[in-house]
Structure formats: C-alpha cells, structure tokens
C-alpha cells in the first residue's frame, strides 16, 4: 500500500462481503466511506469503522437513484477529496425461471448490479483522471460465467459487468486507473442464508474445498487489487470459488 491515504467507497458495505472489504480496506490505510441503505444502517457502518480503529464513516446511498449517487460523490468530494477507490459491491438477487420472471424482477435486479456501476463509476471517474490514479473492482459472481437456474437475470447483469470492466479497462488505462472484477463462489452472507439446507448441500458438493467461502477471503483480493502488488492487472476477472468453477 501507499502511504498517502486515500479515500475508498464502498456500496453496500453494512453487511456481508461489502463489510469485509470496508474492514480490510480500512486496515490497510484507507479512509473508508461504506453505503448502507438507510440511515441507521450508515450509523452502524460508523459505530463499526469506529471499534475498528478506521478512519472513515457510513454514508446513506441507494445505487437505482442517480440523484442519490450524484450527490453522494459530490458531498465526499467537498468534505473529503476525491475518491480514488471505488468498489461496486452492492447487488441484489430476485431469482425465478423465466417462465415466472416478472418484469420487475428482471429490472430490479439491473438496475442494481447494472446500472448502478455505470451511474457509480461516471461519478467517480472524473476525479480519478485528475488524480491520474484510480482502482475500481467490480463485485461479479461465478454465476456470470457458470450460469445458474432460476439466475438469468442476475447471471446477465455480472456477465455484462465484467464487459463494461474490460471496456472501461481500455479506456482508461492511460491515465493509471484499473478497472477489475473479483467473482465470488458461494460466500456465508444473508444473500446465500436465503438458500434451503438442501440446495446449500449440494453447492458444498460442487466446491473442491468443501465448504461455502467467507467475506473477509474475497475482500483480501479486493484489497490486493487496490494495493501497489495489483498495479499492473486491469480488466480481468479474479475468480474466488474455492474450486467450483475452473475456467
Ligand atoms: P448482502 O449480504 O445481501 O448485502 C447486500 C448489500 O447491498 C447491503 O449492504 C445492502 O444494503 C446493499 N444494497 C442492496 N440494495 C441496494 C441499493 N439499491 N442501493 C445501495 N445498496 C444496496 O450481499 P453479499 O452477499 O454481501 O453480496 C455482495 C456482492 O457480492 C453482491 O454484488 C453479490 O451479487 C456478490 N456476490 C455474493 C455472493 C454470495 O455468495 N454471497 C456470491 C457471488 C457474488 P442494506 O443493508 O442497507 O440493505
């Protein structure tokens, strides 16, 4: 890591794997800003950074708003700096066979992994071409590569994040800025406490080392791309399965 410390924003950072990463970016060095939903949700992010000894506070954002994003990234800025990391970590799942997918759960599910990396990075980029430095990673899923039943609209909007990164990746190598994705397996979150004991079963039977992953081992390879060790990876996927899915 560097020794200037930079600011990093991380959506959907109250829970789950958004948490871990908050924690182990902060650690690391860096001035945390994690997003929750609500505003109670944001102060526990505080109180959290605060028990960890970071430096850094939780900010209410939700990612379908682009007014909610806009002012957001204006109102760190003003306060804070730029942001030089940004992670894309929010997402959400609204599973159904096609036949049974609404409309809605389709748009849901991309607006939030979607389109929001779009309205999030467009925000954040400009300060980033300043700085002439800037890491952003991109929380996919093995689904976007292996597929999954019931998953197609949530396996579309990883799939398609993983392009936009290897679009972007092009686009602004020039100016220092890398743009990644690290795809999870099946990590023990709320997202993956929804599943029943059986079908959580037979994913552990897929997985080589046997077991679900946890928070804190994808958001060391979050963190490995943000650090001076991943300077030189930009629009590649790192996948982080524990052996389910080999490409
Ligand atoms: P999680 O525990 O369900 O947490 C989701 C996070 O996203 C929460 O912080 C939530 O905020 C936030 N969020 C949801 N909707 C939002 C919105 N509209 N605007 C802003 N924030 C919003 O999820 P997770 O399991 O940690 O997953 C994190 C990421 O990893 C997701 O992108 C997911 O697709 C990906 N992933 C997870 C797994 C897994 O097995 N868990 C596997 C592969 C990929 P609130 O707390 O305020 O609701």
Not at 63 to 80: G, M, R, T
Not at 222 to 237: R, S
């Amino acid at each position: 890591m560097t020794t200037e410390q930079k600011i990093a924003l991380i959506t959907g950072a109250s829970r789950g794997i958004g948490a871990a990463i908050a924690k182990t970016l902060g650690n690391a060095g860096f001035f945390i800003i994690g997003t929750a939903t609500t505003q109670e949700g944001a102060d526990k992010i505080s109180a959290r950074l605060s028990e960890d000894d970071i430096q850094g506070k939780g900010a209410v954002l939700n990612v379908n708003a682009s007014d909610s994003v806009v002012n957001l990234v204006k109102s760190i800025q003003e306060e804070h700096g730029t942001i030089e990391v940004l992670i894309n970590n929010a997402g959400i799942t609204k599973d159904n066979i096609i036949l049974r997918m609404s409309d809605e759960q389709w748009d849901d599910v991309v607006d939030t992994n979607l389109n929001a990396i779009f309205r999030l990075t467009k925000a954040c980029i400009r300060g980033m071409f300043k700085k002439r430095w800037g890491r952003i990673v991109n929380i996919s899923s093995v689904v976007g590569s292996m597929g999954n039943v019931g998953q197609s609209n949530y396996a579309a909007t990883k799939a398609g994040m993983e392009g936009f990164s290897r679009s972007l990746a092009k686009e602004v190598g020039s100016r220092n800025i890398t743009i990644n994705c690290v795809a999870p397996g099946f990590i023990a979150t709320d997202m993956t406490d929804q599943l029943d004991e059986e079908v959580r079963k037979s994913y552990e039977d897929h997985i080589a080392l046997g077991r679900l992953g946890k928070p804190d081992e994808i958001a060391a390879v979050v963190a490995f791309l943000c650090g001076d060790a991943g300077a030189y990876i930009t629009g590649e996927t790192i996948h982080v399965n524990g052996g389910l899915y080999m490409q």
